[in-house]
């Protein structure tokens, strides 16, 4: 595991604290992820893992406190910058364009200059068969499932190294959530850095290095997946698993 | 002490502004300003406000006028609905109600009142001033070319009848929607028309287009263009390019007479820009009011509309000027010409007189009239 | 003191005021003009601020009822109630209509609709024979109430407007707090739920459409009554773009806010002038005098700031506004 | 020949000058549409750009005496770059909000600028003369056919093609679409979306002074001339399908040419149609000519 | 009258070609909790649709307490009894809870046009609306707008409305979709317990909630029905293996 204290984190959050309008919706979330990890926020429906993710991207109201990208200060830049910073992110509501056919969709964000190539179409569609099948469909009239995939095959393709994942399990087929997790171990072996919301605890358990609980905009827990075990307990009693 | 107080409604900010709006106020003021600005020992007021050419303004505005200003005399402008609705509040109210910008002959007919004084011009002494004219000239064929409104229809109407009591003959009309913009449409079919003559019987911005796309499309090369309702400001707008030769009937030119001239200098010099003949009207039929008031020595409108009626008018705009029972301010109107770009010898030096026509021969007669003041 | 006593409060006074105002030295004619505006736009307010429909063709209602009233009061010669009540049905007919057609369709493309089927009324008052083009039907007689109270005293036509405009006023209020009032919330908040329980939202929509277009129809026929024409500028589009604004500026979806957006919007109208005049005499800055010819101008610039900084409008700012202190009196 | 007592030549010569105001609509609407489709703003103040890009054109010939065909680039440049102060002032803070407010906040605009002008100017008008080499016509047998007009057409139909090519058929195009759609993710991509919007809101601006300075020569150069058009203009949009660029180009000139040829057999109702052509298209088509369902 | 509540013959419905539900015979059983499951975009969603006629079939027949509906409006269909839920979250948010409650409530009154009567003429369903909070588990939030509330209880509010119809059918398209551990067991009990003298058809992911409460399940595949049965039937066919629940493994698991 890449945990060598040398090396510059892929992102850094130190006392996040984030707004939507006048509510207060992170209190200073610390959390560090180094190149190479698959990292897993965990809470309940409410607790702030999508405002974290978003707060990152800079896309909620306003935010403090600081944001560190492989070393850089993100926390002032404009979301489209950040962008280039090499963050692919995947939104929990999908976000799948209407006005764009599946393929457009798919070919939509731009390719990042980070040096690193992303997947090909090809490999992509060899990943998600149903979208090839429906490539040439307008991106909202996919079922619910479909638009799931691809949403998450559309970051693939960027070269972005840091991806931030946001619930993409939800509403697929056990097949198809059997085939994400085989995607992210993939990821995590050709070295790209994961940050995955989840609520389904039994797909996030294995893939992850290591966890952090989020409750009420604050981080309330965290560990390796090797204290996993240990910490069920706690977990059970956090968020009801 | 009796007060004069003149309420002047017009249109001050869209279609109708350049003709009267605020150089009409200013045309108010001088006449004021020209009679010492006090009437039976008391400082005139003038009141004035921009009707946006809604009735309900203009009538509200006139109203409380009236009732809280103490209005003696309101002064109506451009836009025939304002007018008639400013007519009917004055003759509800008992004051005397003026207009010169308005053009519809029904102020003096059909709604016609005691109180009215139509000053300037209206679509029948148009129609009756440019058809016979023309129809003079030689012009016998005839296309109109008409604004699908009341004034529109009336000018068609009034000048068709005039044409063809003169032996002339109208071969077709096409009639146009307000601000139909462009014009190339209709004037093919005025062209395949073959007639002779084209009479424009629109106003302001569709007038100019109209004029323009005739211009673009040669249309004026084999037709002769007849402008039912031109004020200088539009020839000045349109350039003399675009419009010599053009035929129209006005009450009123500025490079006139001696006086008339006189009386455009000094507007120019406040206005930067030559009177149009309602602008002029506004002034003189402030001034007629205003010796009635002085002449009466009340404001009374019974009174005053009495001697009005009784008292020729002769001025820098009118010469022989009476107000008929029906209301109607008879006076001379001119066929004019727009001349050629070489002629223009001064800035505003557009037209010229081609006939003067004897308010007899252009006004509804008494035959004619609907108005039961007059029978 | 809670918010529902202070809107009582508010109203009260208000009535008050509107009963007394002649008395104060209040020009009638003017106020009448006001209260037909008011009623015009809190009809329309029914409409867009409760279904969330936006009619852009609402002109066609109040001119449509403005004609038919002068043509019953002038031509045919009735009595003034039978000439509302006839402006009042034709409102409603026409307001069937349009929305019959409008209700099918969503957003702005219903909007388009009634904008064009107000656009084709417009043609209609155009060429139809008895409307007087743009000369507009004019002198249409007050005439006597029941054939017994002349109106021809402005103050006894102003006590008259007045009640009628209450009424009116207070049915909307009704209208809003009723088990119709409640589906039509229900489904301006999310319309497929409305229907997967059962209820015809089309019907709903369709009949507080033809409600508004009504009351609109009341509110032209008033106006005639009042006025004693009708005119083109009632039936054209402006018109209809006009009650938008006098209902955005004094607060969407607010019951007061119609009545104060009308008043702001006509004051604006009448008295820009006055207020110009009056600005020159005390500061002495010459300017103010040509605000009278830039009510245009001065409009457009009321909706820009209106809409950047203070876009509830002014009912809905000072609601809001009370709310929040509410709030804070809590804590 | 003759179809309903009119010759077949006149119908072609009607059919011709439909198209030339086609073009102006079809130019106009497509600006609407590209605004609408990317700021969801409803541009009221369209017809009030058109306006300034013929003032400007003439006042540029009259004050610093710059011809026509600079004043072709110029202007749209001139207005673009109004539309861009407009975009960074006014409207960023409207986008969030309802169509309702973009409406208004335009529409008030929209009096602004007018009343300007109209303060300045009046409302008759100012003259513009065809420029030099397109003076003159052409006898095309059925008709006589101004030059000017016929270039009219060449340009606008070009300018059309070239603006629906981008957005259909380019990246940047797909980057338009998309951020119609959700701005903000789009920029989470990576897209620097704010200046997408910027420049959309000039471009479409542009494309209206590009309108304007077309029709200075043919039409009087006055503070009003946009007041009308807009309501025809916004309707087209409508009909085409809002957001849809093919749809606003083809129902602009499609309209045109209809309203030619009411012109001819119902000239009364030659503004009325595009209300009675709107309302049965609605009726058939939920979301306009070529707007999308959902 | 049948047994089968809600019956379908050969219910198809085709997009510009594509065919995203294909002659779907489906029986549900009165009385019972029916799941439909089946790979992403399989045409579950779809089906729904047509039931509710959110969408027109192209071809094929529903058959309601043995009634044919196929041609009926969607209200109507509601009116008879049967009620859906939505995939996202379907409730009034500028409401209150009860005023949410009501609105399922009131339609029975007969007054819904009356617009010249007062609200107050509807306290007289509070009764019932608390009652039915009281069945979700609501009944201490009466009050609050509804926008405020957590996910998981908007998703109750939701079914608290439904069940204010009375439906003889519910309709319920993942009623668990992106809900926490605790809320998931909530809501699944929840539909248990509704569940009583009524029907259910749901559409679900989570094989956990299948599992434990439906009766019968029915797989839909590329639109067509691929198998059908109890849970334990279903689960170990190796073509719904391959084509839904994948390796055995996770079969064993759960999917969550
Ligand atoms: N756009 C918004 N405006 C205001 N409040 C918001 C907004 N989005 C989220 N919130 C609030 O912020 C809090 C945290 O929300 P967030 O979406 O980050 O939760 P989460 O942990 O991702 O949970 P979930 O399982 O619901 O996705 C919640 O209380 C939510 O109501
Ligand atoms: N309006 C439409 N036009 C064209 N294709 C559509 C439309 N609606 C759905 N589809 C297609 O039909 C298929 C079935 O979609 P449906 O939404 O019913 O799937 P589903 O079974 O609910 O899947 P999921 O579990 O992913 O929600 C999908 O492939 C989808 O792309
Ligand atoms: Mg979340
Ligand atoms: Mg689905």
């Not at chain 2, 007519?87 to 308005?102: C, D, F, L």
Request: aromatic share 8%.
């Amino acid at each position: 595991m890449a945990n060598t204290a040398s090396q510059t984190p892929a992102l850094e959050i130190s006392k996040l604290q984030a707004w939507y309008g006048e509510s207060h919706v992170l209190h200073g979330i610390d959390i560090v992820v180094q190149p190479g990890e698959v990292v897993t926020l965990l809470g309940r429906n409410g607790a702030g893992r999508t405002t974290t993710l978003r707060a990152v991207m800079g896309l909620t109201g306003a935010r403090t406190g600081s944001i560190k990208i492989n070393g850089v200060e993100a926390i002032n830049l404009s979301t489209h910058r950040i962008a280039h910073l090499g963050i692919g992110y995947c939104p929990e509501e999908r976000g799948i364009f209407s006005s764009l056919s599946c393929e457009e969709n798919l070919l939509l964000p731009p390719v990042l200059k980070t040096g690193t190539p992303g997947m090909s179409v090809e490999e992509i569609y060899e990943l998600f068969p149903n979208l090839a099948e429906r490539r040439n469909s307008q991106g909202t009239r996919l079922s619910g499932g479909e638009q799931q995939m691809l949403a998450v095959a559309r970051i693939l393709r960027t070269g972005a190294k840091l991806l931030l994942l946001d619930e993409i399990s939800e509403g697929l087929a056990p097949v198809i959530v059997q085939a994400l997790a085989r995607m992210i171990t993939m990821l995590r072996a050709k070295g790209y850095t994961v940050v995955m919301v989840e609520q389904n605890f039994r797909f996030a358990a294995p893939l992850a290095d290591r966890f952090y609980v989020i409750e009420h905009g604050t981080v309330v827990q965290k560990f390796s997946s090797s204290e996993l075990e240990s910490r069920m307990p706690i977990l059970n009693q956090l968020l009801g698993i | 002490q009796e007060k004069v107080t003149i309420g002047f409604i017009t249109d001050m900010s869209s279609l109708y502004s350049d003709v009267e709006g605020k150089g009409g106020a200013e045309a108010i003021q001088m006449a004021i300003d020209d009679f010492g600005g006090k009437a039976l020992g008391q400082p005139i007021k003038l009141l004035t406000a921009d009707h946006q050419n809604k009735a309900d303004i203009a009538a509200a505005k006139s109203r409380e006028w009236v009732d809280t200003e103490g209005a003696t005399m309101l002064f109506g402008g451009t836009n025939s609905g304002t007018a008639l609705a400013g007519a009917k509040v004055a003759q509800e109210k008992k004051v005397v109600y003026m207009n010169s910008g308005a053009g519809s002959s029904a102020l003096t007919n059909a709604a016609c009142s005691p109180y009215t004084i139509h000053y300037a011009y209206d679509t029948v002494a148009l129609a009756k001033g440019t058809g016979g004219a023309i129809v003079d000239t030689g012009g016998k064929s005839w296309f109109f070319l008409t604004a699908d409104y009341a004034f529109g229809h009336a000018l068609e109407k009034d000048t068709s009848a005039v044409v063809e009591a003169k032996g002339g003959k109208v071969v077709g009309a096409v009639r146009h929607p307000l601000n139909a913009s462009d014009f190339s449409s209709f004037l093919l079919q005025a062209q395949s028309s073959k007639a002779q003559v084209l009479a424009l019987a629109n106003a302001g911005g569709d007038f100019i287009n109209a004029v323009k796309a005739a211009k673009e499309f040669g249309i004026d090369k084999t037709m002769k263009v007849a402008g039912l309702l031109v004020f200088l400001s539009d020839v000045h707008s349109l350039g003399l390019k675009n419009t010599a030769g053009l035929q129209f009937t006005t009450g009123w030119y500025w490079d006139k007479d001696a006086e008339s001239r006189a009386f455009a200098e000094k507007y120019n010099a406040k206005m930067k820009r030559m009177p149009t003949s309602i602008q002029a009207a506004d002034y003189s039929a402030t001034m007629t009011y205003l010796k009635a008031v002085e002449a009466v020595k009340t404001t009374n409108a019974d009174k005053v509309m009495e001697y009005i009626k009784k008292t020729p008018i002769n001025d820098m705009y009118a010469k022989n000027g009476i107000v008929r029972p029906d209301g109607r301010m008879e006076h001379e109107m001119y066929l004019v010409e727009v001349k050629q770009p070489a002629e223009s010898k001064k800035p505003w030096d557009y037209l010229k007189i081609v006939k003067t026509l004897p308010g007899a021969t252009v006004f509804t007669t008494k035959a004619e009239s609907t108005c039961a003041l007059w029978k | 003191m809670n918010f529902k006593n202070l809107a009582a409060l508010g109203y009260g006074l208000l009535l008050v005021g509107l009963l007394a105002a002649p008395f104060l030295g209040v020009y009638p004619v003017f106020v009448m003009k006001l209260l037909c505006f008011a009623l015009f736009a809190a009809a329309f307010n029914l409409l867009l601020g409760y279904v969330g429909m936006l009619s852009f063709g609402h002109a066609a209602f109040l001119g449509g009822a403005a004609y038919v009233t002068g043509e019953a009061l002038k031509v045919w010669g009735f009595t003034p109630e039978v000439g509302l009540l006839l402006g009042t049905a034709s409102g409603a007919l026409l307001g069937l209509i349009v929305g019959f057609f409008a209700i099918r369709r969503t957003g702005i493309y219903s909007t388009m609709i009634t904008l064009a089927l107000a656009q084709m009324l417009f043609f209609v008052a155009l060429q139809a024979p008895f409307t007087g083009g743009e000369d507009g039907l004019q002198a249409v007689p007050r005439g006597k109430l029941f054939g017994l109270l002349s109106l021809k005293n402005d103050l006894v036509l102003y006590y008259v407007v007045l009640v009628i405009v209450v009424a009116a006023f207070l049915l909307i209020v009704r209208t809003v707090h009723s088990p119709f009032g409640q589906v039509l919330k229900a489904i301006k908040e999310n319309e497929p739920r409305a229907t997967s329980l059962g209820y015809d939202t089309n019907r709903f929509k369709l009949l507080a459409f033809v409600l508004s277009a009504a009351l609109s129809g009341l509110a032209g026929a008033l106006k005639t009554l009042v006025m004693g024409f009708a005119t083109l500028s009632d039936v054209h589009w402006t018109a209809s773009g006009h009650v938008v604004l006098m209902t955005l500026v004094g607060g969407l979806g607010t019951l007061s806010g119609p009545l104060i957006g009308a008043a702001v919007v006509v004051m604006l109208e009448d008295k820009l002038g006055e207020i110009g005049q009056f600005l020159t005499d005390t500061t002495r800055i010459e300017w103010f005098s040509t605000l009278g010819e830039s009510v245009t101008m001065v409009t457009g610039l009321i909706f820009v700031i209106c809409v950047l900084a203070f876009r509830r409008g002014i009912m809905g700012e000072i609601i809001a506004w009370l709310q929040r202190r509410r709030g804070e009196g809590k804590l | 020949m003759e179809i309903f007592g009119v010759s077949l030549p006149g119908l072609l010569s009607q059919l011709l000058l439909g198209l030339v105001n086609g073009s102006f609509y079809a130019i106009l609407s497509l600006g609407l549409a590209v605004i609408f489709g990317l700021l969801n703003v409803i541009n009221f103040a369209h017809g009030a750009l058109f306006m300034m890009g013929a003032l400007v054109t003439w006042m540029a010939m009259n004050y610093l005496g710059i011809n026509y065909w600079v004043m072709l680039v110029v202007a749209p440049l001139v207005v673009g770059l109004f539309g861009v102060v407009t975009e960074r002032l006014l409207l960023r803070w409207i986008y969030k909000l309802d169509h309702l407010y973009g409406l208004l906040l335009t529409l008030g605009l929209t009096l602004l600028i007018e009343g300007v002008f109209r303060s300045i100017y009046g409302v008759s008008g100012l003259r513009y003369d065809t420029p030099e080499l397109l003076s003159g016509g052409t006898n095309l047998g059925f008709m006589f056919l101004p030059n000017y007009r016929a270039w009219v057409v060449v340009a606008s139909v070009t300018v059309c093609i070239a603006t629906w090519f981008v957005i259909e058929k380019t990246k940047l195009g797909a980057y338009l679409r998309a951020g119609t759609e959700n701005p903000r993710l789009v920029e989470a991509f990576g897209v620097n979306v704010p200046v997408m919007v910027t420049l959309t809101y000039a471009f479409g601006a542009a494309l209206a002074a590009f309108a304007g300075v077309l029709s200075a020569p043919i039409y009087q150069v006055s503070p009003l001339m946009g007041q009308n058009l807009i309501i025809v203009v916004f309707a087209v949009v409508v009909i085409g399908g809002m957001g849809s660029i093919m749809g606003s180009i083809l129902t602009g000139l499609g309209l045109g040419v209809i309203e030619g040829f009411t012109k001819v057999f119902y000239p009364e109702a030659s503004s009325t149609v595009v209300f009675v052509i709107m309302v049965i298209v609605l009726l058939i088509r939920p979301a306009g000519l070529f707007g999308k369902e959902n | 009258m049948s047994d089968f509540i809600l019956e379908t013959r050969n219910l198809t419905k085709e997009f510009k070609g594509f065919t995203a539900v294909s002659d779907v015979t489906l029986n549900v059983q009165r009385h019972t909790i029916h799941a439909l499951i089946g790979p992403n975009g399989a045409g579950k969603t779809t089906c729904f649709n047509l039931l509710t006629k959110f969408l027109e079939p192209t071809s094929g027949s529903i058959r309601f307490n043995g009634r044919d509906i196929t041609r009926e409006q969607p209200a109507q269909i509601a009116r008879r009894g049967v009620i859906r839920s939505f995939q996202i979250s379907a409730v009034f948010p500028h409401l209150t809870l009860i005023e949410n409650v009501r609105v399922g409530l009131q339609r029975k009154l007969g007054t819904s046009f009356h617009f010249w009567r007062s609200a107050r003429s509807l306290h007289q369903l509070d009764d019932r609306a608390m009652h039915l909070l009281t069945e979700v588990g609501l009944e201490d939030m009466a009050d609050e707008v509804t926008v405020n509330l957590p996910y998981g209880r908007k998703r109750a509010l939701e079914i608290a409305t439904t069940l204010a119809m009375e439906p003889e059918l519910m309709l319920l398209d993942e009623p668990t979709q992106g809900m926490g551990h605790e809320d998931v067991d909530r809501v699944t009990e929840l539909i248990r317990k509704v569940s009583a003298g009524r029907t259910i058809l749901m559409v679900e992911h989570n094989m956990k909630v299948v599992s434990t409460i439906a009766d019968r399940i029915t797989v839909l595949q590329r639109g067509a029905v691929l198998a059908e049965g109890p849970y334990e039937e279903v689960s170990v066919n190796p073509d719904v293996m391959e084509a839904y629940m994948g390796s055995t493994d996770a079969q064993l698991q759960g999917a969550h």
